[in-house]
Each structure stands twice: as structure tokens, then as C-alpha cells.
């Protein structure tokens, strides 16, 4: 379906066939928040909403890209790339980075589409800039490096669009493999793909909810979390333990305790996680999901009454074995576990709990861990 669709566009656009289609998930984070930017540990899989790009290598070195969502298009000239605002500006970083890291690029003609919900948490820009990286490597034909690409395009949104993000979004867009989660130590970027349950599903709740000030507070969290590692002495929250915790105990102020405890208690959490994911042990996994969800209320304070809200409701189901907010938080989406047969009637009862609480429309999505960036095979 979306193969035919990008062809023909691609084709009313620039009347001709595309060499190439590429992909790149969104992710959902499964567990391990904040913790990346801490050197920490994280379980995110990519899901099955992405980016799409259909495109044709150029002989020179212009881009010209059209957004079929946003009918709009860009066109930039990759030896002389300036600044601006919006969408292209994420394809524009990927490409400074790309030949700042010594990459020829190649310019190309290209359509894009997307169904990853904008500004939710589910990563849509860290999908545009990996399906961009991935086109770039199509187009010039260079080898993919999963990492490598991630690591570039995280600079590309630290660096040219401006936000202090941790690497997680674009390691899970990067390197995820269909029907697993991507458990990924941010120090050393080395990874393992961890089996989902069987008969669970994972099931992303959006609360309709969204939060402008997110930027200021995720800095804020950022640097308490980096006041207290220069406590403890260590490079990174990484390497504080539960038992060394207490040391900081009266003598942090007690908001940076608090965001140290989570942070040292959410790399545990994603350490047993992926033991019981091996395990089969969803039940134990889904309280963990529970855990992480109150000390991101509670010690990180980055949740809102929304927030708190669809999760109790998902909490409350039979058939729920644990939910929490994913993602920056201050408004977006939680992700729940449900049995898989239950999976239907989840979604449906806790849209119908969630209005009555909050007033609020709930999306849902019964989602599946899908591939990370790739070239995609024609229909
Ligand atoms: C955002 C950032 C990630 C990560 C999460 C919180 O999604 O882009 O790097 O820090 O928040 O876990």
C-alpha cells in the first residue's frame, strides 16, 4: 500500500520512477526514562507507525524534498546549507553532520510521509532524521552503520535543530529488529535485541495532552541529575548503586536526591526488565512498569495529571499487567502490557474510563516492535 502510494507520488512529482524507498520507525519506550542521558540503561522497540521516503539520486548536489503531509516542499543545496525553521531543518542537520563525519553526499529527489503522531513522545523527528540518514546512504552509497547514523543524527537534533536529547530515540529508530526491544546501554551504545512475551501486547495510550515547556524542564533534570553525579563523585548517575544511594541522603538538597533516586532505581528496574522479558515473567514485568511509572511521579516529577490519570485507568483493567508514561513526559503517551486477548477490550475500556476522568479523547494503538531503518522492499 504505502510502496504504491510513495511510487505514485514520487511520480506525479518528479515524473519518473524512485530508485529507492526507505523507512524509519517511531519508538515507544518500554522502560528506562531519563535514563539515557545519565549513561544509563534503556528498553525502547520500534513501532509500526514511520517515516517514508521514496526517492532518486541526483547528478548534483541539491535535495529536493516534498512533504506529502504537509504539502509543502524544501530544496537546499548541500555545499551551502544555512538555518531555518520547520520540518526540513531535521533533514538539513543529518546533512551537515553526515558530511561534517567526512560522508559524500550525493543530492537527491525525494517524497516523504509519515504516520508517527507529531509531538506525542513516539519520536516522529528522531524517524525523520534516521529515514534521512538512510536515504543519504541509499542515494551515496555508503554502508549503514546503525550506531554510527543514530550518534549522527542526535548531534543533527542537539546540534543544528537545538535540542539537548539523550540517544536513545535514534539508537531505537536505528537499530531495532522486528519483534523485538532494543536493550541499549548509552555509554558504550552496545546493544541486545530482547524478546517480547508471548501472548502480550504492547499497547501506547496517548492522553491528547501536550506540553510546550517540556524543553526547560528536561534541562532542568539534566543538570540535577549532573549535580549529583559530581556528588557522588562519578562520571555519570550510571554508576551510583541502590546501596550508595543513601550516602546522598541530607546531604543533597532534596530534590536532587529524589532525581537521583529515580535514576538509579529506573537502571535497575531496566535491568530486571530484560531478565524477565527472558524469563517470561510478565507479571513481575509488568510491576516494574508500575514502579518506574510512580517514581517518575513521584522522585522525577515529569508526569501531569493526564498522565497519571490513563495510567490509572490502564492500571485498573483486568488483563493489564502494568502501564507507565513513556518519553520526556509533561504530556504525550503512556504504554501499557496487556494479555494479547485482551488486548481489543483494553483499548476500548480505558478510552471510555479515561474521557470520564479527565474529559479528555484518548488515541490508542495496539502496537507491533517493528524494524529499525531500512530499504524497503517493493509490492
Ligand atoms: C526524550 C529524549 C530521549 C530521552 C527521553 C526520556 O524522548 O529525546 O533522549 O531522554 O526523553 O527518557
Not at 524507498?21 to 526514562?33: C, D, S, T, W, Y
Request: charged letters at 25%; proline letters at 2%; aromatic letters at 8%.
Amino acid at each position: 500500500m504505502k510502496t504504491k502510494f510513495l511510487e505514485q507520488s514520487f511520480a506525479t512529482h518528479f515524473n519518473a520512477k524512485p530508485d529507492f524507498i526507505v523507512r524509519a520507525p517511531g519508538r515507544v519506550n518500554l522502560i528506562g526514562e531519563h535514563t539515557d542521558y545519565n549513561d544509563g540503561y534503556v528498553l525502547p522497540m520500534g513501532i509500526d507507525h514511520a517515516v517514508w521516503m521514496a526517492l532518486s539520486p541526483r547528478a548534483d548536489s541539491t535535495v529536493h524534498i516534498r512533504s506529502l503531509d504537509l504539502e509543502a516542499d524544501s530544496t537546499f543545496d548541500l555545499h551551502s546549507l544555512t538555518k531555518g525553521e520547520g520540518w526540513a531543518e531535521y533533514v538539513k542537520g543529518v546533512a551537515y553532520e553526515l558530511q561534517k563525519e567526512g560522508y559524500p553526499l550525493r543530492g537527491f529527489d525525494a517524497v516523504m510521509t509519515g504516520d508517527v503522531p507529531r509531538g506525542a513522545g513516539l519520536s516522529s523527528s528522531a524517524a525523520v532524521e534516521l529515514a534521512t540518514a538512510r536515504a543519504f546512504a541509499s542515494a551515496s552509497g555508503f554502508d549503514w552503520q546503525a550506531a554510527r547514523m543514530a550518534r549522527i543524527s542526535q548531534k543533527a537534533e542537539n546540534e543544528w535543530v537545538g535540542v539537548n536529547c539523550g540517544i536513545m530515540d535514534q539508537m531505537a529508530s536505528a537499530a531495532s529488529v522486528a519483534g523485538y526491544a532494543l536493550f541499549l546501554d548509552c555509554r558504550t551504545l552496545e546493544y541486545r535485541h530482547a524478546p517480547l512475551p508471548e501472548k502480550v501486547s504492547v499497547v501506547i495510550l496517548d492522553t491528547s495532552t501536550r506540553r510546550g515547556l517540556v524543553d526547560s524542564a528536561y534541562n532542568e533534570r539534566r543538570s540535577q541529575c549532573e549535580e549529583a553525579a559530581r556528588w557522588f563523585g562519578v562520571k555519570a548517575l550510571r554508576d551510583v548503586s541502590v546501596d550508595d544511594l543513601k550516602k546522598g541522603q541530607g546531604k543533597l538538597s532534596a530534590v536532587v536526591m529524589k532525581r537521583a533516586k529515580h535514576i538509579v532505581t529506573e537502571n535497575a528496574r531496566v535491568l530486571e526488565s530484560v531478565q524477565q522479558m527472558q524469563a517470561g515473567d510478565v507479571k513481575r514485568l509488568g510491576e516494574l512498569f508500575n514502579a518506574s511509572h510512580a517514581s517518575l511521579r513521584d522522585d522525577f516529577e515529569v508526569t501531569n495529571e493526564a498522565l497519571n490519570q490513563i495510567v490509572e485507568c490502564a492500571q485498573e483493567q483486568s488483563g493489564c499487567y502494568g502501564a507507565r508514561m513513556t518519553g520526556a513526559g509533561f504530556g504525550g503517551c503512556a504504554v501499557a502490557l496487556v494479555e494479547e486477548k485482551s488486548a481489543q477490550e483494553f483499548s476500548g475500556a480505558v478510552s471510555a474510563a479515561y474521557k470520564k476522568r479527565s474529559g479528555l479523547d484518548a488515541s490508542v494503538y495496539v502496537c507491533k516492535p517493528s524494524a529499525g531503518a531500512g530499504v524497503v522492499e517493493r509490492e
